[in-house]
């Protein structure tokens, strides 16, 4: 609002804004011209002439941001994402080794895997039972054969000293090939693995064909053209065969597997393992038979000669 002076009584008036360049009359009577003022435009035109900000999507933003980020920028990213450090899982993993069993760290296996130790599964896994096995017949050979020549010896009976070289025939060649076959399954051999596997089905073959005979000796029994009497001991010794063959079975089957196999670095297949094993044992078992039996026919004749 302009504030003008009366010209005639110097009173001063307050002169509205729609006054600006128009006269305005004092309380005197005199006419008092009001000068112009700045043109003011008024709040709601201004607002209204003011230009409006663009508003930018985030789309346009980020494509601004992608254009100005250079080669350099996502190679410090890339670097700073690396690790130099464990992760927090494998910090996790050696926190809890403290509270691990010894036992289970532990996977040494003998020989196998570059010496890699023994598992902790225990079992029959590498035939180690098997081994021991051998061993123990192998002993208990020599042990009757042992006491076989000192009880030849002290009867000091012609027979009885003339047994001596068939007790060597029977139990030298036996043991020594259950204690090869042992030490070859605990070496991890490959020759081992066969004598093991060849020598339980010689077992099995054996033991096969005496249950079979047993058998047909009770038929034999039951129809009435043998004694009675045998049939107990027919019935029992048939029993036993039948049993160490169900034995030399599983025993064979826990060596042909593909993982022990694998492991002997046995390069057949299973069936023709089992087909080996099982043929080559009962061939093996009869050769040693009909030797043992022309040998033993041969001391006979040598005795009755003399």
Known sequence: MPIVSCSQCQTKLNAPDTASGKKVKCRCGALVDVPEGPKT???????AAKPQAKASSPTNNMGQLLDQ??????SRAEKKVE??????????T??????????????????????????SSGG????????????????????????????AVLSSGVMSIAAIPLL?????????????????????QPWGWWLGAIGIGWVAGVTLLGALGNILTDIAIGQGKLDASKGV???VNGTIFIAIFFGAILMLRQMIQKEIMKKYNVQVAPALAWFLCLFGGL????????????FVSRLISLGTST
């Open 41 to 47: 435009s008024s709040p709601a035109k201004a607002q």
């Open 69 to 74: 980020l250079t080669a350099s920028d996502f």
């Open 83 to 92: 690790s130099t450090g464990p992760s927090q899982k494998q910090k996790d």
């Open 94 to 119: 050696q926190a809890l080794d403290v509270f691990k069993d010894p036992a289970s760290k532990s996977k040494k296996r003998g020989a196998f895997n570059g010496g890699s130790g023994r598992s």
């Open 124 to 151: 029959m896994e590498d035939l180690d039972g098997i081994a021991t096995i051998y061993f123990v017949v192998g002993g208990l050979q020599l042990v009757g054969l042992i006491m076989g020549i000192i009880a």
């Open 168 to 188: 060597l025939l029977i139990s030298i060649p036996t043991a020594v090939y259950d204690v090869l076959a042992g030490i070859g399954l605990k070496k991890r």
């Open 233 to 235: 001991s027919s019935f």
């Open 283 to 294: 061939l093996l078992g009869i050769a040693y038979m009909v030797f043992m039996l022309v």
